[in-house]
Structure formats: C-alpha cells, structure tokens
C-alpha cells in the first residue's frame, strides 16, 4: 500500500484513554490516525493537515467545542464538506442522534465501542 493509499482517521474526544484505544484500534487496521483532544484541536488538527483524513470520529461531550459544534463546522467548509463524520459517543438519547443526523452526522456508535464494529463503520462509509 502506498503513501497515498493509507486511510487517515481524525479522532477528537477529550479521554486520553479513548483516543489511546482508538489509536491502537486503528492503527492495527492499517489506518494512519491523527487526533484532537477536544472539538477547537480537533478543528485545528484538521485544517492543518498535510492530508485530509477520510473520515473524522468524534466524541459530543467535550469541553470549548461539543461534537455538534464540530459537525456543523466541518459542513460549514466546502473543501471538508464531504467528510463522513462518526459520533463516537456514551450518548443514546435519540434527540441527540437526530440533532447530530440534522447537523451532517454519517453514523453512530455507542461507546464502549466494538473494535470490529468500528473498523466496518469506516469501511462503510470510506467507500
């Protein structure tokens, strides 16, 4: 697989143990992984990268920007537009998952999460 052809995954959540599971996770399944410790990082990390992530996971309780912000954000850029974005989240409440679909939200996983479940979410919406 060539540079070019390695998926890159954005994860922002502020659990320095969930993103090191995510990384390990990810990485194990041939992605390269690139984080944000909370929604304004996460924003940061990805307007600053050399390469755009193919798909972005994000947690929605976090501190100085939610999940939602970080949705309505990234639909907000027309050259990120595109992105499926993954909430990653402790959060069931359906008013919340319709919130975050309404914002521009692909998917939804409950954390604790399915290392299998993950990976075939990304695949899914990757292709």
């Given at each position: ?91 069931s409440d359906q008013e919340k998952k319709a919130r975050a679909r309404a914002a521009g939200a692909t998917g939804w996983i ?18």
């Amino acid at each position: 697989m060539t540079e070019s052809q390695i998926l890159r995954v954005l994860t922002i959540d502020d659990s320095r143990t969930m993103q090191s599971m995510l990384r390990t996770t990810l990485e194990g399944a041939g992605y390269e992984v690139i984080q944000g410790n909370d929604g304004i990082e996460g924003l940061e990390v990805l307007e600053a990268a050399a390469l755009p992530p193919a798909v972005i996971i994000t947690d929605i309780n976090m501190p100085r920007l939610d999940g939602f912000g970080v949705i309505e954000a990234v639909r907000k850029k027309d050259h990120f537009r595109h992105l499926p974005i993954i909430v990653l989240t402790t959060e069931s409440d359906q008013e919340k998952k319709a919130r975050a679909r309404a914002a521009g939200a692909t998917g939804w996983i409950i954390k604790p999460f399915n290392s299998d479940s993950l990976v075939s979410a990304i695949r899914r919406v990757t292709q």
